[in-house]
Every structure is written in structure tokens, then in C-alpha cells.
Nanobody
């Protein structure tokens, strides 16, 4: 069982930056692939970024490539999402997720956080 708690969301202007954090409970954090998903109003939850348990492999949605960076600190059991050059269309609730394996597509993690709101104003 993994419990995830996100933080770092907020209101930012177009072109600004935010860093989301997700702290995971449990001693097996380093065994899990981690990821970020987001859900905008009226839309389905969508994959944003994922990172393997070792941190070596990362995947990104095309819409955020070059702007967002996922990273992890296994000693702190924390995964981060650095978001730069934010756009209005990045506005969504962002969810942290954990799974035993990372997939490049059709990835459905077993564990989810409660989400943190990111609002980008133009």
C-alpha cells in the first residue's frame, strides 16, 4: 500500500513556473514507478509524465515535452514535477500516481493521490 500526498499547486500567470511535489509513505518507494496525471474541467484524466523506479527512464505527454520535468528523490520518498512556460491549457487538477511498472502508453497506476489544483491565468 502506498499513500501519496501532493503539494505545490496554485495560481500562476501564463509563462510562469510551478513545482509540484508528491510525498509517498512506505519503505518501498524506490520500488515504484511514479507519475503525474491531470484532469481539466470537463475532460478525462490524462497522463502528463512518468519516471521509472530507478529514475533512469522518463516519459512525457507531447503537450508538455520541453516544458515539464519529472524527477524523484528516493531518499526523501518524493517525486517532483517542474512546470515551466505554463499555458492556460495546463490548468487542471494534478494527481500523483504510483505503480510497480512504468509504461509508455495505456498506463494505469494502482495508487493515486488526492490531487492539487493548478490554475494558469492569461
Amino acid at each position: 500500500q502506498v499513500q501519496l500526498v501532493e503539494s505545490g499547486g496554485g495560481l500562476v500567470q501564463t509563462g510562469g513556473s510551478l513545482r509540484l511535489s508528491c510525498v509517498a509513505s512506505g519503505r518501498t518507494f524506490r520500488s515504484y514507478a511514479m507519475g503525474w496525471f491531470r484532469q481539466a474541467p470537463g475532460k478525462e484524466r490524462a497522463f502528463v509524465a512518468g519516471i521509472s523506479s530507478s529514475g533512469i527512464t522518463t516519459y512525457y505527454a507531447d503537450s508538455v515535452k520541453g516544458r515539464f520535468t519529472i524527477s524523484r528523490d528516493n531518499a526523501k520518498t518524493t517525486v517532483y514535477l517542474q512546470m515551466n512556460s505554463l499555458k492556460a491549457e495546463d490548468t487542471a487538477v494534478y494527481y500523483c500516481a504510483a505503480a510497480l511498472r512504468l509504461y509508455q502508453s495505456d498506463w494505469l497506476p494502482a495508487y493515486w493521490g488526492q490531487g492539487t489544483q493548478v490554475t494558469v491565468s492569461s
